[in-house]
């Protein structure tokens, strides 16, 4: 499987095969996708409209499916679409769960039930933050696919994984000079959820952010390191700043006037959506030196 070292993270429900091909065509190898279905279904269309770009999930939540569930989607997509699909699982947030367990033990059954049904260690990747979930993805996957993080977490996650482990963070970034618009743009997508959500927050505080960056609506300390900011150029080396601090492949989500588009925004929005974010892309591909 060719990940590359550059791939663009969308919601699922806002991200069409049309979309996939743009993407594919500006260079990028991979598209991660938000939240999708519990059987995958989104992915299907997604490989068929595109000749060579990996789809990934970032993350799927063990809370909303069953390991048969997710095994039966994995050998289908694997069936037509062979050494395409990687699979990026994660506990979910115990404010957002009801029945919500110790997450070592919750996602060691739901991988004990990928076991059973067949799914191979090599194609999936763990949500790791912390230092136990890195060790479980040592042991267990092919890797970690850590989301909110900067480039100090990638250095620890590196050390943790050692050489041979896959590293894909996910980075935010806001391709605009004007730092108080970018922050303006970024505090919003940044303050909710992640603000509110434990297992985010204790991992800021162990990458050495205070409880005053982490208050209200987090300082621009904060800010700036989890949503690179400036013009094409700055935005860029941000984004390699990872792969410098040992990451393979780094998940770039844009964030702009229309990038997280709610799930009932009308349709037209959500070409708007489309094509304000393809603009950014085709100048981070060009400022990255992505070439398809």
Not at 8 to 17: D, I
Not at 58 to 73: D, K, V
Not at 165 to 177: F, M
Request: glycine share 8%.
């Amino acid at each position: 499987m060719k990940l590359g070292e550059f791939g663009v993270w969308q919601p699922a429900y806002a991200t069409t095969p049309e979309m996939a091909k743009r993407i594919e065509d500006l260079g990028y190898t991979a598209l991660w996708l938000g939240g999708p279905q519990p059987d995958l279904a989104e992915i299907d269309g997604i490989l068929a409209a595109t000749d060579h770009l990996v789809v990934a999930s970032s993350i799927y939540n063990i809370y909303r499916g069953e390991p048969a569930t997710l095994a039966a989607a994995y050998r289908r997509i694997e069936r037509m679409y062979p050494d395409r699909l990687l699979l990026g699982l994660g506990v979910g947030h115990p404010e957002q769960v009801g029945n919500y367990r110790t997450p070592m033990t919750a996602l060691n059954e739901f991988l004990d039930g990928l076991d059973a049904h067949g799914v191979p260690r090599e194609k999936r990747l763990l949500a790791a933050l912390g230092p136990k979930m890195l060790a479980l993805a040592v042991e267990r996957a092919a890797g970690s696919v850590p989301y909110l993080v900067t480039p100090e977490h990638t250095r620890r996650a590196r050390e943790a994984l050692g050489p041979r482990g896959i590293l894909a963070p996910e980075q935010k970034v806001v391709v605009e000079p004007d730092a108080n618009r970018a922050r303006a743009l970024a505090r919003p997508r940044i303050k909710h959820p992640y603000l509110g959500l434990v297992n985010y927050t204790n991992n800021l505080r162990r990458l050495g952010f205070t409880d005053d960056d982490l208050a209200g609506d987090g300082s621009d300390r904060l800010i700036d390191q989890l949503a690179v900011n400036g013009d094409a150029a700055t935005v860029a080396r941000g984004i390699r700043a990872h792969l410098s601090a040992g990451a393979n492949h780094v998940q770039i989500q844009v964030i702009g006037e229309h990038s997280a588009p709610h799930p009932q925004m009308p349709e037209v929005l959500l070409q708007v959506y489309d094509e304000a974010a393809f603009g950014i892309y085709e100048s981070l591909a060009e400022a990255l030196r992505i070439t398809p």
